[in-house]
């Protein structure tokens, strides 16, 4: 009952208006507004409307300057800001659809990601537990969008990205989820992914003992494989038949082992 009067109202422009980047934005309101959007934003009563008075745009700038603001200064307390922000950037972007959000020319893609990155590196350092805040930013920004999976190549930030997998379970999964992304788009995007450290460091995620980290890089390998078979032959000389006979007796895994094994094979 109160979200729609909310939505109904002048209210969301203000806090748009609040969340803009510049030398008047008071961190501590933003904080606050930014939550009070997050909340807005996961009832889902009218996500195009907040669109439409162009709150990913707002947030996409908002997330530049953050950017911009922890490689200025180690002490910022953006940490605070920043998950909010990533969360209805997020959320929005799930309801959004990729087209739509592109023919609004609201947010910039190659701006978005290195500053996507740039805050990555910053929570590696100072706040580990905001990192899968950020990458499933990137993985909805990847998900539908050629355009941000070519920034990703393009920017050379594969291998940063590879950096992630040891940090934890979670983390891992994402990573492997945000390169399905680029790999699903087809021949053109392997092949960019290989050659290159990504083929050693999914044989030593199938070593992980975590079903769903093993899963999938089953499911990246598949994808590479298919639409990059070099990297079959690769993967044949570098002993990955062996790493994977160590799943063949996972209920939850046996079938993608085999079907791996196969398309390994017989490329």
């Known amino acids: ?28 309101v933003a904080v606050e507004f930014a939550w009070c959007l997050h909340y807005i934003i996961c009832s889902q009563v009218d996500n195009t409307l907040l669109i439409s008075h162009g709150g990913l745009s ?41 087209e739509v959000v592109g023919g609004q020319n609201q947010l910039e893609d190659e701006r978005v990601v290195a500053a996507l990155f740039i805050l990555l590196q910053f929570f590696l350092q100072k706040q580990p537990s905001l990192l899968p805040e ?8 990847t998900a539908n969008s ?16 590879l950096q992630l997998l040891p940090v934890s379970n979670v983390v891992s999964i994402l990573v492997l989820t945000v390169l399905c992304n680029v790999a699903e788009k087809g021949p053109a995007y392997c092949q960019r992914l290989w050659p290159g450290p990504l083929l050693s460091c999914l044989i030593g995620t199938l070593a992980f003992p975590d079903i769903e980290v093993v899963g999938q890089s089953l499911e990246l390998l598949q994808l590479l ?40 094979l017989h490329q």
């Open 134 to 141: 950020g990458l499933w930013l990137l993985n909805n920004l």
């Open 225 to 264: 494989f298919l639409y990059q078979p070099e990297a079959a032959k690769d993967f044949l000389q570098q002993s990955g038949l062996q790493v994977l006979e160590r799943h063949q007796e996972e209920a939850q895994l046996q079938d993608r082992v085999h079907a791996l094994q196969q398309t390994a």
């Open 58 to 98: 707002t947030l996409g700038l908002l997330l530049l300057d953050m950017a911009g603001a922890v490689q200025r200064t180690e002490d910022t307390g953006l940490e605070l800001l920043a998950c909010p922000v990533l969360r209805c950037l997020s959320n929005l972007l799930t309801e959004a659809a990729m």
């Open 1 to 28: 009952m109160i979200i729609p009067s909310v939505l109904g109202s002048t209210l969301p422009e203000h806090i748009l208006r609040l969340l803009q980047p510049g030398p008047k934005l008071n961190l501590g």
């Open 146 to 161: 050629p355009s941000f999976c070519t920034s990703l190549l393009s920017m050379d930030l594969i291998e940063p990205l």
